[in-house]
């Protein structure tokens, strides 16, 4: 799976994941087509610690791997149950946005529009003071996407409060055991709203074992919220450029 970045000062091709079969004929493969672009390197943007020593191996001093980022691994049924002490700061949180008499329901194609006047709204706040927010282009996309794919491969929910959209979420299957949650987005100025949303979400999701729920972007107020939810591991991503 080949990504192609075009721009003022950029001009590549870069595998987005590694090859599902990592022989020595790979790196054959991978080679010629990297000098067949003329480019001194190519990079593989996500690789999953299962694959780091199977690249080392056939590319030897060709590749270089360096550590991306941890994600945040959790048990659905864990993080929607919220029992014991561990949880306590969450479920106050929830509380106090369940006051409002939030409505969390799935989300369909004539509810996009609000969910992107919602998010244009949230990039104008979050994104002045945020130089790290860079998932606005493929959550604009996912949004739009609501409706083309069957509802089992795209989920998405939305929650209003007075019949209005102050958040949205959305995840996916990785495969049977395992969902992605890869969008969470909510309105600024409603106290546990977001921890509200999270949970929620979760509790969609508890047909699954694991849900991986991204990294923290080594941001330490991002980090702090989600260890409050007590994740059950972590994900080592590794970036490998040939």
Not at 1 to 12: E, L
């Amino acid at each position: 799976m080949f990504q192609h970045i075009t721009g003022k000062n950029s001009n590549r091709i870069d595998l987005v994941i590694p090859p599902s079969t990592l022989t020595s004929e790979t790196k054959t493969y991978l080679s010629r087509v990297k000098d067949s672009l003329n480019q001194s390197e190519m990079r593989i943007l996500w690789v999953d610690s299962s694959d780091v020593l199977h690249l080392r191996n056939i590319f030897r001093d060709d590749i270089h791997i360096e550590k991306r980022e941890n994600e945040y691994l959790y048990d659905p049924n864990v993080v929607f149950r919220l029992e014991g002490g561990m949880f306590r700061d969450i479920r106050k949180k929830i509380n106090r946005a369940t006051r409002k008499n939030p409505i969390f329901f799935q989300m369909e194609k004539n509810d996009v529009p609000a969910a992107l006047e919602m998010l244009g709204k949230w990039r104008s706040l979050q994104g002045r003071k945020n130089k790290f927010l860079l998932d606005w282009g493929y959550t604009r996309a996912a949004l739009n996407s609501i409706g083309d794919f069957d509802t089992g491969d795209l989920m998405a929910w939305g929650v209003e409060v007075e019949k209005k959209l102050v958040g949205f979420s959305m995840a996916g299957p990785i495969n049977q055991n395992t969902a992605c949650f890869f969008v969470a987005k909510t309105v600024i100025g409603i106290d546990g709203l977001s921890e509200y949303l999270r949970w929620k979400t979760f509790g969609m999701l508890r047909d699954y074992k694991l849900v991986n729920d991204a990294s923290d972007l080594n941001i330490d107020g991002l980090r702090q919220y989600k260890r409050k939810f007590r994740p059950l591991a972590m994900n080592s991503v590794y970036t490998a450029t040939i």
